[in-house]
């Protein structure tokens, strides 16, 4: 069932602390809460998943996550209202998003927003993983432009 999925084991190990990337799943639905972790640790993925967005701001994911995949409709604190949040708090983690919605539902205004990706369910395995490594990836990347401004503060302030 893996075949023909974009490669994303050359990102496992990348993570900003040297460990493996953690991804999160935020979705109301149990069936969603289930799947979705099982399929990305089929993938070596460590995954943490969340009923609520409140959940996930209570816990300690929201500093060490490299992906969050997010549902646009939730009861309490909707998926693009975490992500204002997040943005608040400063945290860039790359977030996909999921709706059951369609993909027209304000996917537009969530990509201008800055999301890695907005997909419909039911997606195929093959868009989620490539949604995945893209916000890995961008992660990554992210961290590495944290890293390369804290090195260069640190030369400066030993001159």
């Known amino acids: 069932m893996n075949q023909g999925i974009v490669d994303i084991h050359g990102l496992v190990g990348h993570a900003s602390d040297g460990m493996t990337p953690l991804v999160c799943v935020v979705d109301d639905d149990e069936s969603v809460r289930e799947s979705l972790p099982d399929l990305l640790r089929s993938f070596g993925l460590p995954v943490r998943a969340f009923s609520s967005a409140e959940r996930f ?57 800055g999301a890695v990706d907005c997909l419909a369910k039911p997606f195929s395995e093959a868009s989620l993983m490539e949604a995945v490594r893209k916000a890995l990836s961008l992660a990554g990347s992210r961290q590495a432009e944290v890293e390369s401004s804290r090195l260069g503060k640190s030369d400066v302030s030993h001159t």
Request: charge should be negative.
């Open 57 to 113: 701001l209570a816990s300690d994911c929201v500093g060490r996550a490299s992906c969050l995949i997010l549902d646009v409709s939730m009861p309490g604190m909707s998926g693009p209202e975490l992500e204002r949040e997040l943005k608040v708090r400063e945290s860039g983690i790359p977030i996909v998003f999921i709706t059951a919605h369609g993909a027209e539902d304000g996917r537009e205004q969530i990509l201008k927003n």
